[in-house]
């Protein structure tokens, strides 16, 4: 027997407009906000499929220094340049971590700071 990644929970000043953000970024939809203010977003088949779903937890904790976690994500429908200026016209900024220039990926930052890279290959 083997686990598998069913939800990833991501601390959020903003829970509703990081959900906003990343349910643009995945083609994600909204499964519900709890009393708590936790927000579910997931993939259109809903809970359980093969692509975990995010929980947005409200937090008002300072974020110290970069997350030991970040998200890598491919394009499906387009080029990476094509990508990229989507993921920036969403709100997504550059970021710099210490690369070269030379690599194939570009690292960036979703509205509250956290890093993701958008890699070079496109996924179908």
Request: overall charge negative; hydrophobic content about 40%; aromatic content about 8%.
């Amino acid at each position: 027997m083997a686990c598998r990644i069913s939800e990833l929970v991501i601390k959020a000043r903003d829970p509703q407009r990081l959900a906003a953000f990343w349910c643009e970024v995945l083609g994600f939809t909204v499964f519900g906000t709890a009393e708590d203010g936790v927000v579910e977003i997931g993939p259109p088949g809903g809970f359980g499929g093969l692509q975990p779903t995010l929980c947005f937890v409200p937090s008002t904790e300072p974020q110290a220094g970069r997350l030991p976690l970040h998200f890598d994500v491919n394009a499906t429908d387009r080029d990476q340049d094509a990508e990229l200026e989507r993921l920036l016209e969403l709100g997504a900024r550059p970021a710099d971590v210490g690369q070269t220039g030379e690599e194939s990926w570009r690292v960036l930052a979703d509205p509250e700071g956290n890093e993701f890279c958008l890699l070079r290959t496109r996924l179908s």
